[in-house]
């Protein structure tokens, strides 16, 4: 038999760590979301989860399970994302993986909750002034460059979602995405 709180507080776990908050903030989420949650509920909705060939691939399956539930929620997303979003305004350009891993997750909670967050712009972030270091021109026809850290480690491609260094870019024939 599987135990709910279990699956909740391995559920709350990993939204905390893999999306860079506490685990407080997390709890401060469901509990003052907009929109209810009943995670007792959720857990047992989920019950198709529980597989696995032992008692700790069924816990984390679960957890996995309800923590998208969670993410989906609309009020869970309000509180969640505008803080990964200020990550992203002040990311301090010095490793261009940072920028991507936060532009990730706040993409992904946006996909749970396509109605309320149908693009960037709503967390007031424009995609086309990300922020970085100053760009040289010499690249610019080459590739779709986003953003770059003070390494030269450049996020480029037409999805934003490629790394390759200034370097690279500038051997590259135009169209590098």
């Known amino acids: 038999m599987i135990d709910n709180n279990i699956v909740i507080e391995k559920a709350i ?3 905390a760590d ?3 908050v506490d685990i407080k903030t997390v709890e401060s989420a ?5 929109v209810p949650l009943n995670l007792e509920k959720l857990v047992s909705e989920g019950i198709f989860c529980f597989r696995g ?6 816990y984390g399956n679960a957890a996995l399970c309800l923590s998208n539930k ?3 929620n609309a009020g869970v997303a309000k509180i969640l994302i505008p ?7 002040n990311w301090d350009h010095e490793n261009i993986e940072v920028l991507l ?5 706040v993409i992904t909670i946006m996909e749970l909750n396509p109605d309320e967050y149908p693009g960037l712009q709503k967390c007031s972030i424009d995609p086309n002034d990300l922020p970085g270091e100053k760009i040289p021109d010499d690249i610019k026809d080459k590739c779709d460059v986003w953003a770059m850290d003070k390494k ?4 480029v491609g037409i999805d934003a979602n490629k790394l390759m260094h200034i370097d690279e870019i500038r051997k590259a024939a135009p169209g590098c995405s």
């Not at 803080?83 to 992203?88: A, H, M, S, V, Y």
């Not at 030269?152 to 996020?155: F, K, S």
């Open 83 to 89: 803080l990964i979003c200020d990550r992203i305004r």
């Open 70 to 72: 969670i993410l989906a």
């Open 152 to 155: 030269g480690m450049c996020l």
């Open 53 to 58: 060939p032992s008692e700790d691939v069924k």
């Open 30 to 34: 469901i509990n003052t979301s907009e």
């Open 13 to 15: 776990r990993r939204i």
């Open 18 to 20: 893999e999306y860079g």
């Open 101 to 105: 891993s936060d532009l990730q997750k």
